[in-house]
Nanobody, 125 residues
Framework: QVQLVESGGGLVQPGGSLRLSCAAS????????MGWFRQATGKERDIVAA????????YYVDSVKGRFTISRDNAKNTLYLQMNNLKPEDTAVYYC??????????????????WGQGTQVTVSS
């Protein structure tokens, strides 16, 4: 069984930074693509960023390019999301997720089979 636990959310002013972490249980963490999603109130859960098993390839949604950085430490079974220059529109619950073992997609919820409980990020002055 895989468990994912996010941490690092909070309240930050516009222009500020936060670093989210996602601690994974189990020995399979290093074998799979991982993703960060976010869900604002009343909206769908959408991809923010994804990273392949060894960190060589990353993906970012256009709205966070140049501001967010996804990374992973396979030795620590931990996924990170460094968020800089935060904007009010970044306010959401952020979820980490582990991709399933089949197919090649990585941008939609259905591509991922394990999810964390989420951590709230609020950007407000």
């Amino acid at each position: 069984q895989v468990q994912l636990v996010e941490s690092g959310g909070g309240l930050v002013q516009p222009g500020g930074s936060l670093r989210l972490s996602c601690a994974a249980s189990g020995r399979s963490f290093s074998m799979y693509t991982m993703g960060w999603f976010r869900q604002a109130t009343g909206k769908e859960r959408d991809i923010v960023a994804a990273i392949d098993w060894n960190g060589d390839n990353t993906y970012y949604v256009d709205s966070v390019k140049g501001r967010f950085t996804i990374s992973r430490d396979n030795a620590k079974n931990t996924l990170y999301l460094q968020m800089n220059n935060l904007k009010p529109e970044d306010t959401a619950v952020y979820y980490c997720a582990r991709r399933g073992g089949s197919g090649v997609g990585y941008k939609t919820q259905s591509d991922y089979i394990y999810w964390g409980q989420g951590t709230q990020v609020t950007v407000s002055s």
